[in-house]
Nanobody
Framework: QVQLVESGGRLVQAGDSLRLSCAVSGRTFAPSGRVGWFRQAPGKGRELVASISWSGDDTNYPDSEQGRFTISHDNTKNTVYLQMNSLKPEDTAVYYC??????????WGQGTQVTVAS
């Protein structure tokens, strides 16, 4: 089992920066393991915004136009971060982190709310 706990979400103003944290614990030793940050805005589906290999040496940003988000992994703390800069109102969503041992994101956190006011 793998447990994930997100934190850091809050109300911010447009243009602000925010860093989300995802504390990961449990059986994460899968060599192909990967952590993703997803978000779900009201009335919309869940979308992947960034992912990183558990080793931290490979990152992926599905939306190349993002440019404002950076994912990183602190191995000493077993924590994955999502740094978000120049936030926009359309970034308002519940942000989730999830762990993929091999093929699918099987483990999810409870989510953290990010609200960007214009």
């Amino acid at each position: 089992q793998v447990q994930l706990v997100e934190s850091g979400g809050r109300l911010v103003q447009a243009g602000d920066s925010l860093r989300l944290s995802c504390a990961v614990s449990g059986r994460t030793f899968a060599p192909s393991g990967r952590v993703g940050w997803f978000r779900q805005a009201p009335g919309k589906g869940r979308e992947l915004v960034a992912s990183i290999s558990w080793s931290g040496d490979d990152t992926n940003y599905p939306d190349s136009e993002q440019g404002r988000f950076t994912i990183s992994h602190d191995n000493t703390k077993n924590t994955v971060y999502l740094q978000m800069n120049s936030l926009k109102p359309e970034d308002t969503a519940v942000y989730y982190c999830a762990f993929k041992p091999l093929l699918n994101y099987d483990y999810w956190g409870q989510g953290t709310q990010v609200t960007v006011a214009s």
